[in-house]
């Protein structure tokens, strides 16, 4: 309730212009007390994510490769599997909004299992030669909360009604999002905190007791959730005695003969409760099959578990803090269906090399004392770029399939109509908007006498005083965000795009990709949606019998200026460099990461940068992929 000095105050701000307070938002629209909430700085009502009042929004999804028969069996169903680069609450809101044609009708209130591990709340700086701050964590404390609360509000949103999500935390933040998952599915819907003790994790002196486990919490959306029995195995057969139920004493008995005598039978596995013992070892000695080189990659087994507990044999299950894939590889072997989504581009190659090697791998279902390898090869999936572009692809699509790809990105609803006996291509925010099809007008710009053609037609027909134009900038005259002409505004939405503050809350923002692999699960996210700058390379490349050695005589960014921190201006050459992928037996046609090395494990010659690489393994042809720290690629082939 207000007091009369708060609404004299109000109507102050009001009548002056000014804005009224953060605070006063739950006072001027109440939400329904709860008999406690949480409550801390920074928390955002759902309706308002949901609304996209946090300055994030659903962006289209584009497809980089399909990878199909006859390497990959094909999809069941028209489905396929999904590798998305990009930031998942972009990715969660895309699937929530239910309009990409990718995945229309196909994910929202279908996904059967989510499984993530988020990062765990660390900071890591990093610093170029002259001190100035390249990148830098900044979720902590309350931010860091929202960070992930904002994205456990939208999976439960797409979760199906018999859905469970599993979050795998560790002991420093895992007390602090328990609270905030009761508060997004409910006390109700908590079904089990599992424990994951690895009894091979051996520390040294330490204060206290050894670290040696993490938790993971199971929720499920609704009461009417999947829960399978999970066994495995014991570390030797063991008899117990046999169990029948009594219909006369109406409870389990045990079994015996006719002589009385119990009847015991062999036992060599068990129920699994919610104390799991897995070592670690399988994801970090090189001889494992599941070796995949990945700084956070968690077990098979532990995944095993999770897929056969929560879902069925051609269920969707998702994991959007991809990491290194287990979620995928554990999914495929079982046959299920998959999505995985994460903003690095080590993620993402990791999980590519992973998925197209996965018949190297272990088999989960295998009975035999020395696993095997899996042997199949994955069902048909697709790699997909959200918010991040190739502008090239983007132009050279057909022109009914571009101007979806564009009403996506900028919220425009395709409802063609006229006005005045002028043709526009639908409405966004109830204003019309004009595609320009540069394909059919490739020599036409938009210029001052095609503003003026609309403005003769509209003549006062308008009943707003906007008018959005899509367009390739090569086709813009003008270098302005918006041009006034006869009391209509024409704003120029441009490809690729830099954002018009009027138009937006907040700045649009790469995710930044780190320069050491100690860094890759940094928490970050991007803002709005970007096209990629390709970066400039030089280089020499030495082979001899025994070695590859790049060595890069210079690098340079190609992103703008204005999408750079204060910081990031600064910088220049190699501290813009995050990463160099390497394929060292390149087929052609799929890029299969044999190395990744960043910036911290480069040699220093002089003012070059050295990489040295074994030739062992290696091909007739390399794919080398050079990543600035924005995300822009350089790929080549080269021939050794």
Known sequence: MLSKAEKDYIIDLIESGAEIPEDFRYKLFPVEQKE?????????????????????????????????????????????????????????????????PLIKDRLKGRVKLI???????????????????????????????????????LMREILSDEGSIFVHLDWKKAHYIKVVLDEVFGEANFVNEIVWHYPDNFQGNVRGFANNHNVIFWYSKTSRYTSNKVMIPLDKTTKRDKRIWSAEEKKLVSARDDSGKLIYEDFSEKKADDVWDIGQSSTTKQSSLEFIDYP???????????????????????????????????????????????????????????????????????????????????????????????????????????????????????????????????????????????????????????????????GGRMSGSRVYIVTPSTHLDYITDYEELDGIRYYFLKIPYQTIRELHQKEFRKFRQPRSKTAVNAVDESIGFSFNRTPSVERDIAVTEDQITIAIRSFASDEPRSAKTDEEKALSGFDLLSAVFIDKHYNGNEFIMTDSVFPDEMERGGDQLLIRLSRSGAGAHMMIVYTDIFGNDLSESVAL
């Open 115 to 153: 499984y993530i591990d988020p990062p765990f709340a660390t900071s890591d700086d990093f610093q170029s030669r002259d001190g100035a701050k390249a990148y830098t964590d900044k979720k902590k404390g309350s931010e860091f909360i929202e960070y992930i609360r904002k994205r456990l509000i």
């Open 36 to 100: 406690y909430e949480l409550a801390y700085a920074g928390k955002m009502r759902k309706e308002d994510l949901l609304a996209n009042d946090d300055g994030s929004f659903p962006v289209p999804l584009q497809v980089e490769k399909v990878f199909s028969a006859p390497g990959h069996p094909e999809p069941r169903d028209g489905w396929n599997n999904l590798i998305v680069f990009g930031d998942n609450l972009q990715l969660l809101k895309t699937i929530y909004k239910n309009e990409d």
């Open 296 to 458: 956070t990659q968690k077990p098979e087994e532990l995944l095993r578990r999770i897929v056969l507990a929560a879902s069925n044999e051609g269920d969707i299950v998702l994991d959007c803090f991809a990491g290194s894939g287990t979620l995928a590889a554990v999914a495929e072997k079982l046959n299920r269906r998959w999505v995985l989504c994460d903003i690095g581009k080590l993620s993402h190659f990791t999980c590519q090399r992973r998925i197209l090697e996965i018949g190297k791998s272990r088999s989960l279902t295998s009975q035999a004392k020395v696993t095997p390898p899996y042997k199949h090869p994955a069902r048909s999936f697709l790699t997909c770029s959200l918010g991040a572009y190739d502008l090239k692809a983007a132009l050279d699509m057909e022109f009914g399939k571009y101007k979806e790809f564009v009403s996506g990105l900028f919220n425009i609803d395709l409802k063609p109509h006229r006005i005045g006996g002028y043709a526009f291509d639908g409405k966004k925010d109830g204003d019309p908007v004009v595609i320009f099809n540069y394909s059919q007008y490739s020599d036409a710009n938009i210029d001052d006498a095609f503003l003026e053609n609309i403005s003769s037609h509209l």
